[in-house]
């Protein structure tokens, strides 16, 4: 509930964008962080995020979506070179 009047508070005397930015942040932030700790979350979210670009390519959104799938790789890499050297066997990517 005090979430919700916080946003409330925000959109009333901001406008609609800070509301749409801090929420898109807070949806944003968890992914960044499961994309690069997680690579198994990370190949999920990128087939996903790549079936729905198609949808939303339907709408004619002028957007750079290919460019956010692009920095998704880049955080995806990152995470795997960052087990890789947490992990030195490969375990990371068999599973374990």
Do not use: C, W
Request: hydrophobic share 60%; charged share 10%; proline share 4%.
């Amino acid at each position: 509930m005090t979430i919700s009047i916080f946003f409330s508070f925000i959109i009333a005397h901001y406008g609609f964008l800070p509301g749409v930015i801090i929420l898109l942040t807070l949806i944003g932030l968890p992914i960044i962080y499961g994309l690069v700790v997680y690579p198994k979350f990370g190949i999920l979210v990128y087939l996903f995020l790549a079936y729905v670009i198609m949808f939303v390519g339907k709408f004619e959104i002028d957007f750079p979506l290919g460019t956010i799938m692009d920095g998704m790789i880049v955080l995806f890499f990152l995470g795997l070179f960052i087990q890789k050297k947490r992990k030195k066997n490969g375990a990371f990517l068999k599973g374990q």
